[in-house]
Structures are given as C-alpha cells and as structure tokens.
C-alpha cells in the first residue's frame, strides 16, 4: 500500500495513528461488550411486543366476528323453529296432498336450516371460546414481554450512563488520529479490522507478519523497518509495522 511521495517521517506518523486508532476500536470493543447484547435484546424485544400486539388484535377481531355469527345464526335458528312449529301446526288442516307435499316441502327445508344454524352456532361458539383463551394467553406473555424490555432498557441505560463518558472521549480521539490518515489507509484499515477481529494493523515479527503469521518477502522486510512504505500482508490483509512504530 503506497503513499505517493511519503518521507518516512510520514510512514512512521500514518502508522502510528493506524496503531492509535486500532487501540482506540480495540478500547470500543470492550465497552460494547460489557453492554453485551443489550442492544440486540432491546430491539428484538420491541419486535415481538409488536408482532404480539398485531396477533391479539387479529384474534380480538376474529372473536367478536365468531360471537356475532353465533348471535345472528342463534336468532335465524329460532325463526326457523318457529316456522318448523307453524308447518306442523298446519299439517293438522291441510284437505290435499298437493298441500302436503308442500307443507312437508317447507318442514323440510326449515329443518335443514336449523340443523345449518346449530352448527354454526356450536362451530363459531368453540372457536370464541378457544379465541378467547388464546388471546389471553398472549396478553399475559405480552406482559412478561413489556416487563423483560423494560428491565433490559434500564440495563442497557445505566451502562451507557456509565461508559457514555469513556466512550465520547475515545470517539474524540479517535477522530484526531484519523485526520492523520489518507482516507484510502483509513478505508482499508476499516474492512480489515471487520473482517480480522477489530484489528486492521499488526507488528512485524521477526520474519513473518505478527496478525496471520505468514512470511513476508526479506526485500518487504527491509522496506517495512526502514518506513519507506506502508505494507498490507498479502496473506490476512493487515498492514504490517515495525513493532518500534507502533508500541
């Protein structure tokens, strides 16, 4: 990796700062991690509250929508048994068979009715029943949901209340020592150190690069102590620096 034009005074000031900078995220690293997963827990427990909030209302719908069928099938069965009633009352003064058969026709008819209202009736009567379970079950596991995110946000407040300050300091500095860098430096140091365990720079050990371990050229060697460029293993990807640069 070239600067253009660097002295070695300029290799020497980029590589420390890289060095400052992965001390600096390595320092952020671990005030993330006494936070823990606080963050993830949060956010993935404001999820479920929602997905639960939607579900119980999408159950809350369906039980009133099951109650009011029932209600209005329990109101159509008994007209229908009221008409069942008044076609067996008539049957006593039908005079021909042509009325028979159209009395027996409507008895019939009004029967098959009440048999469909009663189911509808007992079908739509179990599932509010059951709905009404379900949802109750999901309001008090949404309860120990709403409890869990709270406990965990005032976790995750005191620790930031209590690294906030650390943390806005090593941001500063941070920011100081980037200034230093070619944004090019800056750029790949940043997809290393993602990509390596939060570290983008490593000292040159004895032959071989002191992040991956792989042997370094003896003309790279000689060009990475002198400070005359700035070196990217080409094994891990970390730049590589005399272990005077950057300690």
Do not use: W
Not at 123 to 138: C, P, S
Request: charged letters at 35%; proline letters at 2%.
């Amino acid at each position: 990796m070239i600067i253009q034009d660097a002295t070695p005074e300029q290799i020497r000031r980029a590589l420390k700062a890289l060095s400052a900078i992965q001390e600096i995220d390595l320092e952020l690293a671990e005030i993330a991690e006494e936070r823990g997963g606080l963050p993830e827990q949060v956010k993935s427990l404001t999820t479920r509250i929602a997905e639960y909030e939607v579900f119980i209302t999408a159950k809350e719908r369906e039980q009133v929508e099951a109650e009011k069928v029932a209600g209005e099938s329990s109101h159509k069965l008994a007209v229908a048994r009221e008409r069942l009633t008044k076609y067996q009352e008539q049957l006593y003064a039908v005079t021909t068979t042509r009325e028979y058969d159209a009395i027996t026709t409507e008895q019939d008819t009004a029967k098959r009715e009440i048999g469909e209202y009663e189911l509808l009736i007992n079908n739509n009567t179990t599932r509010a029943v059951e709905l009404v379970q379900m949802i109750e079950d999901k309001q008090a596991e949404l309860v120990q949901l709403r409890e869990d995110k709270i406990a965990r946000e005032q976790e995750l407040e005191r620790k930031l209340r209590e690294t906030e300050g650390e943390e806005k300091d090593l941001l500063e500095r941070r920011a100081v020592a980037a200034r230093e860098l070619n944004p090019r430096l800056l750029a790949h140091y940043e997809r290393i150190r993602d990509a390596k365990d939060g570290r983008g720079i490593a000292t040159l050990v004895g032959e071989a690069c002191g992040g991956c371990f792989a042997l370094i050229p003896p003309q790279t060697q000689v060009v990475i102590r002198q400070s005359r460029d700035i070196y990217a293993c080409e094994s891990c990807g970390r730049f590589v620096a005399p272990d005077s640069e950057i300690n």
